[in-house]
Nanobody, 121 residues
């Protein structure tokens, strides 16, 4: 079982970026997947959760700007980030939800390696 995040990069404030989380070893539509981020010197922060049934949940930080989705054929979860801000700069991780409080990292397993997002002009 493995998750691999990709798609990060340098983007200007107000721009858009789409992150991908490719899964192997299991099918994404059987498990919930979450996105987190971690800025230097800060704790890992919950961003969004996609339930196995397609339900979506967002932290206030991304509500209205981020959209989580899934492509079952590609076994990939996406995080579309619009109108990004400098404070969105962080390493973004995807992980498989394992039950419990969905906004805390210890409720997740099989963390991907992370992808760096830098928002700067």
């Amino acid at each position: 079982v493995q998750l691999q995040a990709s798609g990060g990069g340098l983007v200007q404030p107000g721009g858009s970026l789409r992150l991908s989380c490719a899964a192997s070893g299991f099918t994404l539509n059987s498990r919930a997947i979450g996105w987190f981020r971690q800025a230097p010197g800060k704790e890992r922060e919950y961003i969004s959760l996609l339930g196995f049934d397609g339900s979506t949940y967002y932290a206030d930080s991304g509500k209205g700007r981020f959209t989580i989705s899934r492509d079952n054929a590609k076994n990939t979860v996406y995080l579309q980030m619009n109108n990004v801000r400098p404070e969105d700069t962080a390493v973004y991780f995807c992980a498989r939800y394992n039950g419990g409080v969905y906004s805390i990292p210890r409720s997740y397993t099989h963390w991907g390696q992370g992808t760096q997002v830098t928002v700067s002009s």
